[in-house]
């Protein structure tokens, strides 16, 4: 008898890939073992393209479902979960898209599934007390290069090569106009949300930049700097106050001479 470690490696693989042929001699209890476990391959598939199409409906919308459901099955193919929270299944599925043949007539999908996907992603997140302004009132100037901040969990920021944040308005406005040009543009976009309710804020490059590198632990200074080489004419002291001003910061700390975030 195998050891069952060994046994539920082959029960996985026969599940996630449909090839039963390593664990079908282990298969007991009546003669059509086979037909059985055919039944949770199917419900394993099913249950993960589902999950994709409520996680992605504005993309199904975009492009219909036969296709999106066509794509998701060969995602789910490709790519089982990784974790056992099927809520954080299809991170990568905007990506996939993006780089699905099948995707060559809409260049933008992947950035309106990636877009989508931080939609969701923050709308669940739970906004915590923000810093007020008075509390940066005690860091002395010369250390505030060094500080680095922490944001509300429910912020996202993205680049992508076509607008594809009016497309999303569309479709959560349920619109259909006479006429709508859509052409290639880099657009930068802030997702905010929290409790159910989100925003979408077009960024020009510099506050982009900014508020990017401060989410990822950046210094302030570090992230003025990035900022300034998008554009010389960047105020960071500005950049500071509307970020702490939108209730964005949740918590500042000082980072140490020589300490990498």
Known sequence: MLPLAEIQLLLRHAVVTGDAAGIAPLL????????RLAIHQRHY?????N?????????AWLVGTTFMIGA??????EYPPKVPCIAE?????PEFLAQSPANVPLPYLGGFAELEWHVGSVAIAV???AVALQEFYSVVPADLPNITLRLQGGVRYFQASWPVDELMKLYLTDTAPGRFQFEPADVWIEVRGARGEFRINRLDAAEYTF????LEGRPIGDAAERAMDANAAFDPGHALTELIAGGLVTA???RAQGEEP
Do not use: I
Not at 28 to 35: I, N, S
Not at 89 to 93: D, L, R
Not at 211 to 214: A, L, N
């Open 28 to 35: 007991t209890g009546g003669l059509h073992a086979e037909k």
């Open 45 to 49: 598939e099913t249950s993960l393209v």
């Open 51 to 59: 999950a994709l199409l409520e996680k992605f409906p504005a993309t």
């Open 72 to 77: 998701a099955r060969r995602f789910v193919r």
């Open 89 to 93: 299944y299809g991170v990568g599925f």
């Open 127 to 129: 906004d915590q007390p």
């Open 211 to 214: 508020r990017k590198t401060v």
């Open 252 to 254: 500042l700390s000082r």
